[in-house]
């Protein structure tokens, strides 16, 4: 147990960047823990962090012993789930990042649904569409929209974001309907433009099973897109959203569908992304559960497909 306790605090160290901040999370005397990766360092016999008046960092050597000890925490803690889970309760923290616009819209409304029904949970949520390391900052599972090429993370996939073009009855009323595709290029145009890259989004479009993209000219672009839903109710001109963003304003009839006979079939994948574990833990599971019910839910109300 002392020879764990000596890696835990050693890992506690390197992530910590100094030993007064590391005895500060684990609630003991800075003393100690220097005293604890001193004496790791002796059996090891090499140097495992670089001191300086204001930092700690990891030597080369350090570097790989870090990811070994980093393993054999998590083939532990997994060890311990494989153990308690036919019998686990929910309980502690969850931490859980959430892709903004749909997590806003869908998500979060539910939530507090799911915090009644598991109690001893704590929920920590953020909502952002930026890419992230999950275990860098300590992320539990995020929902997002679109493929991840991250490996090392797993994907329970739930549901499929269709695109729709649609407008304002009032401005159909004004200039009126497209019937085609090219006859948005004759039409005032609203479009997304990606934060990271102030490039829009090509327009998609499908005929006789032919994909169809079209580069609209967009007279008014924004980076937030319940701002262009907001406009375009307005009567700003025609967009192409995700049908999650446009829904709930076509039911209601502030929105109007159009070029439906040119609907894309593609669409984006709606998934829930963990790091990946042997045995999942009773708190992401149970997360697991409540996003699968919900995209069923939001797929009865043709929401999402």
């Known amino acids: 147990m002392d020879k764990l306790k000596s890696l835990m605090i050693f890992l506690r160290s390197a992530q910590a960047g100094s030993f007064?901040?590391?005895?500060?999370?684990?609630?003991?005397?800075?003393?100690?823990?220097?005293?604890?990766?001193?004496?790791?360092?002796?059996?090891?016999?090499?140097?495992?962090?670089?001191?300086?008046?204001?930092?700690?960092?990891?030597?080369?050597?350090?570097?790989?012993?870090?990811?070994?000890?980093?393993?054999?925490?998590?083939?532990?803690?997994?060890?311990?789930?494989?153990?308690?889970?036919?019998?686990?309760?929910?309980?502690?923290?969850?931490?859980?990042?959430?892709?903004?616009?749909?997590?806003?819209?869908?998500?979060?409304?539910a939530l507090l649904q799911f915090a009644a029904q598991y109690p001893q949970l704590k929920l920590n949520v953020s909502f952002n569409d930026r890419l992230i390391d999950l275990i860098e900052e300590g992320i539990d599972a995020t929902v997002r929209i679109g493929l991840s090429s991250d490996s090392s993370l797993s994907m329970h996939h739930l549901a499929t974001a269709r695109y729709i073009t649609c407008a304002s009855p009032q401005y159909l009323a004004q200039y009126g309907t497209p019937t085609v595709p090219t006859e948005l290029l004759q039409h005032r145009c609203v479009n997304f433009i990606f934060p990271q890259t102030r490039q829009e989004p090509i327009w998609k479009f499908e005929q006789d099973g032919k994909a169809i993209d079209l580069a609209v000219d967009s007279?008014?672009?924004?980076?937030?897109?319940?701002?262009?839903?907001?406009?375009?109710?307005?009567?700003?001109?025609?967009?192409?959203?995700?049908?999650?963003?446009?829904?709930?304003?076509?039911?209601?009839?502030?929105?109007?569908?159009?070029?439906?006979?040119?609907?894309?079939?593609?669409?984006?994948?709606?998934?829930?992304?963990?790091?990946?574990?042997?045995?999942?833990?009773?708190?992401?599971?149970?997360?697991?559960?409540?996003?699968?019910?919900?995209?069923?839910?939001?797929?009865?109300?043709?929401?999402?497909?």
Do not use: W
Request: glycine share 6%; charged share 25%.
């Open 20 to 109: 007064s901040e590391a005895a500060r999370q684990l609630g003991i005397a800075p003393s100690a823990v220097s005293r604890a990766v001193l004496r790791l360092e002796d059996e090891l016999g090499v140097r495992l962090l670089q001191r300086t008046t204001r930092s700690l960092t990891l030597t080369e050597d350090g570097s790989r012993f870090y990811e070994r000890c980093q393993q054999i925490l998590n083939d532990l803690e997994e060890a311990e789930l494989e153990v308690k889970q036919s019998q686990s309760t929910p309980i502690g923290p969850l931490r859980l990042d959430l892709s903004f616009t749909f997590g806003k819209l869908h998500i979060a409304p």
């Open 219 to 305: 007279y008014l672009r924004f980076d937030n897109s319940e701002v262009i839903l907001e406009a375009v109710m307005q009567g700003a001109g025609v967009v192409q959203l995700p049908k999650f963003i446009a829904a709930k304003a076509i039911a209601r009839g502030d929105l109007q569908a159009v070029l439906q006979a040119y609907a894309p079939q593609i669409g984006l994948p709606i998934a829930v992304l963990y790091p990946q574990r042997r045995y999942l833990s009773a708190r992401v599971r149970v997360f697991v559960e409540f996003m699968r019910a919900l995209t069923t839910a939001l797929k009865q109300v043709d929401v999402v497909d």
